[in-house]
């Protein structure tokens, strides 16, 4: 029931110099198309890379 209620926004994740968003076109990018900077954190945990920003809309 909560993964469902989870789906009702959209998770965008941003660049980490808020000049723009990994949506659409950049949603296949690993970095910033101005910066060149990564999208990613570098994990901590094993498993998954985690994201710079999320934006929930
Ligand atoms: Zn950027």
């Known amino acids: 029931m ?3 209620h989870e ?3 959209k998770k965008i994740d941003a660049c980490v110099n ?3 968003l990994f949506s ?4 296949v990018l ?3 198309p ?3 900077s990564s999208r990613w954190k570098p994990s ?3 498993g998954r890379p985690r994201k710079e920003f999320l934006l929930r809309f």
């Open 44 to 46: 901590r945990t094993i």
């Open 34 to 36: 101005k910066f060149h």
């Open 30 to 32: 690993d970095v910033c």
């Open 24 to 27: 659409k076109e950049n949603d």
């Open 2 to 4: 909560l993964e469902e």
């Open 18 to 20: 808020n000049c723009c």
């Open 7 to 9: 789906l009702h926004y």
